[in-house]
């Protein structure tokens, strides 16, 4: 007997005017719900993000088809990702149904479900299934009853978990009713491709024909009324993120990760600097509160969070939303927060991890713009105080301008003012200049190239801060000023290539500097040794036994610039044996000073750098290897204040390098 089955069996081809209405108008129902929505989006400002339409459109299959962001969220990612695939699985099975009946058959006289195709097409669509209940069961255990810490749960999410249920369990059903009368009785064979199918119709083998047909016939019709209730309910329940967190991949921002727009501070007739309502944000950032699953992994990742601090990037995306849908005049800052805003360590965990590809961090940085441009305020009078003297005397420290290149003396520097000759410009930054311990690091830097024969340059008493601290707690005039400045003296005396040691100035420079007109190219230490080391122009001699440590990734490397592999590299090369720390790479924690915070004392929660280090300890390496100033300075405070001192040190990349290096 040919293997195929009759399409519409016991409910009959009279059911196709009604269905195709019904559908149609649950299609257009949806559609009207989402409509309905675009005034929302549209209270925001303007931003283009239908550039480059082909490789959005190409993102956009990746990201859905691939559920790659979803797989990499250890906790229900892989469940997550299951289902998806086996939900999606059954609608396209049940589209080619359709087409079949309606199309192929009637149009083509052509059936493809039959033969071999069909028991392949049925095993598939039921082992589907049986996953897309598996895994919908495991997602059910674990917002319901495991209830992991900060998962918010509301009644809308049981509602529908078991719609779902109900669509998912009434498929079968309807299926082991119709085999029980039919495969059972006239194709056992063909059965067994329909595991699922098969064991449901097992159940109906005492009934009489007559009662399964009937029960299958109300099952059919409850089976459709479900589907039509899901469509119908996306637009109005968190069930929209099928299309809005889909359609956000496409809507993906294409700068440079960590890209800020940078305003023009003298444009008139602009009142506003800065987001004090919705209206002043962009559509695209009203949109991520549709886009957003509240699945927390912003939140878990979250350093402040973390620490007991009141930060959840979460919340922030939903209050937006809210804002946007129930009071668009409302004082943002004030729904979100200060203590909220300024917490944030612009670390970027959040946007790492997020599979909704939500932009979180640069929605704090426009309430935080028009907290210090237009209210004036500050994360605290330290904060106050460092600004202040980063304005006058170009550091935060408010040290004399003379005194920024004596950390130099004794070394082969040249400064560019001399005018002689250059390999590199050493764009050091205020920790390496001022702060003694950070001081060591560029001394250590400069042997380093020192050994390899590169003239170094640096630009001493006329360098000043590159502007990313304060820029990152809104003060985006200030750093225009002090970025402008350096910006002028660096294209007047020729530059061609410059290296820091600091990661904020990496990223500074390489590229915040850009809108500012300056394109050179720039590139952090860890790479430049490596490329050293890489082209024979420096030989590291390993120590005779080799060294344990553990290795910190700082999030201006790590998640904003991709650099993981070649620090490792560098330490294996020079006797390092490697112990990771529980999040490392681009899943690291932060140290707690990215966003300005350097400049802020940490007066709520516990201190991010005391559990980092905690992380560090952890390991069992007795030796923590940063490659950051900021990181090096939080570091060293969290030894002494989270009672490490003699359980683990910290050190610099270039301090380890620059006493194996091997003189030929």
């Not at 081809?13 to 549209?42: D, E, Q, T």
């Not at 003379?402 to 082969?412: F, H, I, K, P, T």
């Not at 860890?526 to 999030?555: M, Q, R, V, W």
Request: glycine share 8%.
């Amino acid at each position: 007997m040919e293997s195929t089955r009759e399409i519409y069996w016991n409910v009959g081809h009279g059911v196709v005017i009604p269905m195709y209405i019904l559908s149609f108008a649950a299609v257009a129902l949806l559609a009207w719900g989402f409509w309905k929505r675009l005034p929302m989006y549209r209270l925001g400002k303007p931003l283009n993000r239908f550039d480059r339409y082909e490789e959005r459109v190409k993102l956009l299959i990746a990201d859905v088809f691939s559920q790659e962001k979803i797989q990499r969220v250890k906790d229900g990612g892989i469940p997550h990702a299951l289902f998806f695939w086996g939900f999606l699985t059954l609608f396209a099975g049940t589209t080619l149904v359709m087409f079949q009946a309606d199309f192929f058959t009637p149009l083509m006289q052509v059936n493809i479900l039959s033969g071999p195709f069909y028991e392949a097409f049925s095993l598939v669509l039921d082992i589907a299934g049986i996953v897309a209940i598996l895994m919908l069961a495991g997602l059910f255990i674990r917002r319901f009853i495991i209830k992991p810490p900060g998962l918010e749960t509301i009644d809308q999410d049981y509602i529908i978990h078991l719609l779902l249920f109900a669509i998912l369990i009434t498929g079968f059903l309807i299926e082991g009713a119709r085999m029980a009368v039919t495969e059972l009785q006239q194709n056992p064979r063909l059965a067994h491709f329909s595991p699922g199918g098969l064991l449901v119709a097992q159940l109906f083998t005492s009934f009489t024909p007559e009662s399964i047909r009937t029960t299958h016939k109300i099952l059919w019709w409850l089976h459709f009324a479900l589907v039509l209730g899901f469509f119908y309910a996306i637009p109005y329940t968190k069930l929209r993120h099928i299309f809005t967190t889909s359609i956000n991949s496409f809507f993906a921002p294409f700068e440079d990760k960590g890209f800020i727009p940078t305003i023009n501070m003298e444009e008139e007739g602009v009142e506003q600097f800065g987001a004090a309502r919705v209206t002043d944000l962009t559509w695209k950032d009203i949109f991520d509160a549709d886009a957003c699953t509240t699945c927390k992994r912003c939140q878990d990742r979250c350093p402040a969070w973390a620490t007991d601090k009141p930060l959840s990037p979460m919340k922030v995306v939903k209050q937006i939303g809210e804002a946007a849908l129930g009071n668009p005049a409302s004082d943002l800052c004030q729904v979100v927060s200060q203590d909220v805003l300024w917490a944030c360590t612009t670390c970027r965990a959040c946007q790492d991890i997020c599979p909704a590809n939500i932009e979180h961090v640069n929605k704090i940085l426009e309430m935080r713009r028009n907290l210090t441009l237009m209210e004036g305020a500050f994360p605290g009078d330290e904060v106050r105080t460092a600004t202040g003297n980063t304005e006058v005397n170009g550091n935060p420290f408010g040290l004399a301008y003379a005194s920024r290149g004596e950390w130099a003396e004794g070394l082969d520097v040249t400064l560019m003012e001399s005018g002689a000759e250059v390999d590199i410009l050493y764009f050091v930054g205020c920790y390496a200049s001022f702060d003694k311990r950070n001081r060591e690091v560029a001394r250590n830097f400069v042997r380093i190239c020192a050994s390899a024969g590169i003239r170094v340059g640096i630009l001493g008493k006329e360098e000043k801060c590159c502007g990313e601290p304060v820029r990152k707690l809104g003060n985006e005039y200030l750093y225009q000023m002090v970025a402008a400045e350096n910006i002028e003296l660096i294209k007047g005396y020729g530059v061609k290539r410059i290296v820091t040691t600091c990661p904020h100035c990496f990223n500074t420079l390489a590229r915040d500097y850009r809108d500012l007109g300056m394109d050179l190219p720039v590139e952090h230490y860890t790479t430049f040794i490596h490329a050293l080391l890489k082209k024979g122009e420096i030989n590291l001699k390993a120590a005779e036994e080799p060294f344990s440590y553990t290795y910190h990734d700082s999030c201006y490397i790590g998640r904003y610039m991709d650099i993981l592999d070649q620090p490792r590299e560098i330490l294996a090369r020079a006797g390092g044996r490697l112990t990771e720390m529980a999040q490392s790479g681009y899943d690291s924690f932060c140290c707690g000073a990215g966003g300005g915070r350097i400049l802020a004392e940490e007066k709520i929660g516990t201190k991010i750098s005391e559990t980092r280090v905690r992380m560090a300890t952890d390991t069992g390496a007795p030796l923590l290897v940063s490659n950051c100033p900021f990181c090096l300075t939080m570091f060293e405070d969290g030894i002494k204040t989270g009672g490490a001192e003699g359980a683990i040190v910290v050190r610099d990349l270039a301090e380890i390098v620059a006493e194996r290096i091997a003189f030929s």
